[in-house]
């Protein structure tokens, strides 16, 4: 059956070394003779201002008094404005310095701003009670404001795609004389830099995602294997504070991976479809009310595991926890279809994680956990024991770290006082320092965690490892680990989701889990998480069995980032229209 497909774009560049619309068609696989429809990008009532400044000094500081001075001037001329920052933390550092009467006529858009907050602000900046909007590019994806004058960056951005959508926002209402201007200095460009390298996977993760696939396949006896896999799955590769951000970067990295075993064999050696397949759930429900709530739902569970197969004791042994009632399965899938089918898939599985979705009940989520060492618990632990006393004493030679100086502390250890040179053990190592081992500045501790602490110093983040603390939060790991596999090679449990109630026990397991497959001495599952299940074929597990994968769709990512930093270069230098110029850039005729 055929049928239209539409796709839409603000940002495609036709053509030439940048072509990025061929490479759309490409992936939706919209061949062979798509129709293209392209609009004049050129906003010939915006005029393009960048000046460039000189900074002696601190560059940081000097950069925030130049854009503090910018907003004060911008607010007393009552020009409506949006101040464009790389970070939302450069944002919120320029805020709590401007003064009390300028602070009320600023708002602040991020990434964090959500619903009814982002209603507001949308509305007192329409109305003009909010003159100007310090934001992040999140602030712009259809939002059209018809009446702003002045787009200024604190920070021009490393494209010209980027850099136009964004200067955009200015003079939609042709009457009005838009402005866009910076003050640019060459070392703008590093936090677009940084930018970057947070927001992609690096090599290393995506080599770890690779072997978790080899490992998950491997035992396959058909050339074709398929398996519905949750995304938590790949969770141990990235640390993120929200669970849309870890799974905005699986999706992104299984995504590579895909396309480039495709671009490298010219067949597809894994398929990933990302749509939210639907899994198995899991919960627990006060056995006081268990058989009513049966009688209700019945055809939707079934218990799997009763209350004493699933206690658990802390690590320390100074208390047990134990469940209300047994472990029940849920097919939500089949309880969405026939009783909330006027609702989203995704809504009914945050009704459930909320203990919103059945009303006259309290149902608790759990997550299936299982660890399974790869040899004898005593093995693993003296590989573990070895590993921490490397990072003991990396971290012991000096009271902070930027990540390339923890790298190298750890490169000097694992060389000096182990004689050995492997770069693998130094990147696992680094993993599991700058992913598990830390806690930010200003979050609660708990055990392990009080290691090492992060701090985001603007422009980096810096790692702080207290050296009393070091011994004591390694030391922690050991007793976990030991109490976890304290009956053996295999722990297996249903536990609390670690984003809901008390569950230091959760992140403290799912922690060891990931330190323990990142080193390869275990691997682990997770069932019934919160993120989504994808469906994943596997056509050639051999191929996925390299030690040495580098992914070349990222490494070509990083060429073309160094190259969209030299055309914004040549634009800010060129003498020809800035409008004409960026006209080429779209149109494909500007190459390095």
């Known amino acids: 059956m055929q049928f239209p497909i539409l796709a839409l774009t603000a940002t495609a560049v036709w053509g030439g070394e940048f072509d990025t619309l061929n490479e759309i068609i490409g992936y939706l696989n919209l061949m062979p003779d798509p129709i293209i429809y392209y609009t004049d990008i050129k906003r010939t009532n915006v005029d393009i201002e960048i000046k460039k400044v000189n900074v002696t000094g601190n560059y940081r500081e000097t950069k925030i008094k130049m854009t503090i001075d910018e907003i004060t001037k911008i607010v007393k001329e009552g020009k409506k ?285 759990r997550i299936y956990t299982k660890i399974e060492l790869q040899s004898s618990k005593e093995k693993v632990l003296g590989q573990l024991e070895y590993a921490l006393n490397i990072i003991a004493t990396a971290l012991q030679t000096q009271d902070k770290f930027t990540k390339n100086e923890l790298e190298k502390s750890l490169r000097r250890v694992v060389r000096d006082d182990y004689g050995l040179d492997d770069k693998e053990i130094i990147n696992k190592l680094l993993h599991i320092c700058t992913t598990f081992l830390y806690m930010e500045v200003g979050s609660n501790n708990y055990s392990h965690k009080m290691i090492i602490r992060k701090r985001d110093e603007g422009n980096e983040y810096i790692y702080i490892a207290p050296r009393l603390k070091i011994s004591l939060g390694l030391q922690n790991i050991i007793k976990i680990f030991n109490n976890r596999f304290e009956d053996g090679e295999i722990f297996e449990k249903f536990l609390v989701p670690p984003y809901i109630g008390n569950s230091i026990y959760t992140c403290e397991t799912l922690d060891l889990a990931y330190i323990l497959e990142t080193m390869g001495l275990a691997s682990f599952i997770i069932n019934g998480g919160h993120m989504p299940y994808v469906n994943i074929v596997v056509n050639s597990v051999d191929k996925l069995a390299t030690a040495y994968y580098k992914n070349q769709l990222l490494m070509d990512m990083r060429t073309r980032d160094d190259n969209e930093i030299k055309i914004v270069e040549r634009f800010i230098n060129t003498d020809k229209n800035k409008w004409d110029y960026i006209e080429d850039y779209f149109l494909g005729r500007l190459n390095i």
């Open 81 to 365: 404005a949006i101040v464009y920052f790389p970070w939302k933390s450069q944002i919120k550092d320029i805020y709590i310095r401007l003064s009390e009467d300028i602070q009320s006529k600023v708002a602040i858009y991020t990434g964090d701003t959500k619903g009814e907050e982002g209603e507001e602000i949308i509305s007192k900046f329409k109305s003009g009670e909010y003159i100007v909007v310090l934001a992040t590019k999140a602030f712009g994806m259809g939002i059209d404001i018809s009446d702003i004058e002045i787009v200024y960056h604190h920070a021009i951005p490393g494209n010209l795609a980027d850099y136009s959508q964004e200067i955009g926002r200015a003079g939609r209402n042709r009457e009005i004389r838009g402005k866009a201007y910076t003050l640019f200095n060459q070392k703008d460009f590093q936090y677009w830099r940084i930018l970057k390298g947070i927001s992609r996977p690096t090599q290393w993760e995506l080599k770890l995602i690779v072997n978790k696939l080899y490992d998950e396949f491997k035992y396959g006896k058909k050339k074709r294997l398929q398996k519905l896999l949750p995304l938590d799955t790949f969770s141990f590769v990235f640390n993120e504070n929200e669970v849309d951000n870890t799974e905005q970067k699986i999706r992104t990295a299984l995504f590579l991976i895909e396309k480039d075993f495709f671009k490298r064999f010219g067949w597809n050696i894994i398929s990933v479809y990302p749509r939210d397949e639907f899994g198995n759930y899991y919960c627990t429900v006060d056995d006081g009310n268990k058989d009513e709530f049966i009688n209700k739902y019945g055809k939707y569970v079934r218990e799997i595991c009763n209350i004493e197969d699933n206690i658990r004791f802390s690590r320390d042994k100074y208390y047990l926890c134990k469940d209300i009632g047994n472990i029940l399965e849920i097919d939500l899938k089949k309880l969405w279809e026939e009783k909330y089918y006027d609702k989203n898939y995704r809504s009914i599985k945050y009704l459930f994680f909320n203990n919103k979705l059945f009303e006259d009940f309290s149902v608790i989520p």
